[in-house]
Nanobody, 114 residues
């Protein structure tokens, strides 16, 4: 019953910051672990970060120290604060369940210029 809608992507210069949002529908959002994933051209979906219903977080080594995941259960929204972005962060970003993602939505494109 949960559906996700990603937003906030765009073009950003290397070293800059961007905040992505994941708005979810349904009343069961707060009980799920939610993850952010990304997909670069020609590659599989890659795990980026996740957050539990109580706020415990985990990050891929590639983004640790630069990205921060958070959630607002009252708003059914998960955020990804991206700082010190690099060209290799360029990808379509998706939110989904963690550790077992369901079908992928449209995502939001993040492009980092060098």
């Amino acid at each position: 019953q949960v559906q996700f809608a990603e937003s906030g992507g765009g073009l950003v210069q290397a070293g800059g910051s961007l905040r992505l949002s994941c708005a979810a529908s349904g009343r069961t959002f707060s009980i799920n672990n939610i993850g952010w994933y990304r997909q670069a051209p020609g590659k599989q979906h890659e795990y980026v970060a996740h957050i539990s219903r109580i706020g415990s977080t985990g990050y891929a080594d590639s983004v640790k120290g630069r990205f921060t995941i958070s959630r607002d259960n009252a708003k059914n929204t998960v955020y990804l604060q991206m700082s010190s972005v690099r060209p290799e962060d360029t990808a379509a970003y998706y939110c989904n369940f963690h550790p077992r993602p369901d079908y992928w939505g449209q995502g939001t494109q993040v492009t980092v210029s060098s």
